[in-house]
């Protein structure tokens, strides 16, 4: 290995290891206000209806923004982008321990905070994968990365709970704040800075696509409408695991640490679903990949019908599980190999705003339902459905991997227009 190969290696095993961690650290934002989302509300002396307002302003906003910040990620680069994100996110979590008032936390936490956590999101890591990498085992990385949130929701969520009764909100979120500024900034600044000396110069010069161009390329290339469409299915699901699962459980007479351990074993699965499915897209089987994983979620939401014995539970936790991220990271490369430079952000960013409508129509259209007949039948049903569907509308698809190896395959012109 020569003298330059190494560097490049020690640079991308460094920034692995950085974005990992602000990754992890990143879903903090949201976790601790779940966990602590009653003190809060004792704390402003407040209902949780009045509270809510702050995490529904937050999901909207990260819906309108997602593709906003993938188009940035595609013009500063990836790297950058992570670091204004670990600034914005000290700087919330500072501003949001000492909100004297409802209406400042709201706005802080619901817009600002948005805005910092979409920019550690799954949108500028998998620029990130694809700007260091290339496509070369672009797949494998992503899913490491996307692991940090992962990993954060698995060990941070049980501290929090740790601390729930041993320290206020206030200074919990203040200590992240200064972890973010402290640690986590300097980390950041400090893979800028390497990144900027290691810009190649065909990177540099690559053309710059405004941000309307990009998204109208995004919605003209048939297979970014499929991949779009199919995505729905992976927020309608998520949505109901995040909302309805719990309820769902205890309708069926399931204890809650039946369910929690169900949890777990999906977040075990979770991990190594992830792993094999960028193993997988990095061999040439994308298509196969996200046909398996959207298959994987229909069946584990068909198990949800018949969750009356516990050990139905755990399976679904491990099916389920399986294709959890699987579907983000096949999804993700697809995009990546499918789309010019300069483009692939802002597609990713258009994926993850229609993903958040679909959990934001789950989350409250499931409740409605379920206040209406007193069971999630129809939003399991439903849920069901649209999975299927995604799995119909990949499979019509040709493979992104057979085009990017074959140079002669005919292939649709999208070749962004440069901006003067």
């Given at each position: 290995m020569t003298?330059?190969?190494?560097v490049g290696t020690a640079f991308a095993i460094f920034a692995a290891a950085v974005s990992f961690l602000i990754s992890l650290a990143g879903s903090s934002l949201k976790s601790t206000v779940q966990v602590f989302f009653l003190n809060i509300a004792d704390g402003f002396d407040v209902s949780r209806g009045s509270l809510a307002i702050a995490t529904t302003l937050f999901a909207v906003v990260t819906a309108i923004t997602s593709s906003v910040i993938g188009h940035l990620a595609d013009r500063i680069g990836a790297i950058p982008v992570l670091a204004i994100g670990t600034a914005l996110n000290g700087i919330v979590l500072l501003v949001s321990a000492t909100a004297g008032e409802l209406w400042m936390f709201v706005l802080t936490y619901g817009v600002v905070g948005a805005v910092a956590v979409t920019m550690l999101s799954f949108v500028p890591l998998g620029v990130l994968a694809d700007q260091l990498f290339q496509g070369r085992n672009s797949g494998l990385f992503y899913a490491l990365l996307t692991n940090g949130a992962a990993v954060g929701f698995i060990v941070l969520v049980p501290l929090w709970t740790y601390l729930d009764d041993r320290m206020s909100w206030n200074r919990v979120l203040f200590a992240i704040g200064v972890v973010f500024l402290v640690v986590l900034l300097p980390l950041s600044l400090a893979l800028?800075?390497?990144s900027v000396r290691r810009r190649p110069a065909a990177a540099a010069a690559a053309p710059r696509v405004s941000f309307w161009s990009a998204t109208a390329i995004t919605f003209r290339h048939p297979q970014m409408r499929a991949l779009v469409l199919a995505f729905v299915g992976c927020g309608t699901t998520m949505a109901f695991i995040d909302v309805h699962l719990f309820p769902h459980l205890h309708d069926h007479g399931i204890s809650d640490s039946v369910g929690a351990s169900a949890v777990a074993v999906l977040g075990a699965l979770e991990i190594a679903g992830s792993l094999a499915a960028g193993r997988l897209c990095d061999l040439g089987w994308t298509r196969a990949t996200l046909m398996a994983a959207y298959a994987?979620?229909?069946?584990a939401m068909?198990?949800?019908?018949?969750?009356d014995l516990p050990a139905t539970v755990i399976a679904f936790g491990a099916v389920f599980g399986a294709s959890y991220l699987a579907t983000v990271v096949a999804t993700t490369v697809w995009v990546t190999r499918a789309l010019p430079p300069g483009v692939r952000g802002t597609a990713l960013g258009v994926l993850w705003a229609v993903h958040m409508l679909a959990v934001a129509v789950?989350?409250?259209g499931g409740a409605i339902l379920a206040d209406l007949h007193h069971n999630y039948t129809a939003t399991i049903v439903a849920s069901v459905v649209l999975t299927a569907v995604s799995v119909l509308l990949v499979a019509r698809q040709p493979s992104p991997d057979a085009a990017a190896g074959d140079d002669t395959a005919p292939q649709e012109d999208i070749r962004p227009p440069v901006e003067v």
């Open positions: 003298r330059t190969a190494k800028v800075r390497l994987l979620r229909a069946t068909v198990m949800l019908l018949f969750v789950t989350s409250q």
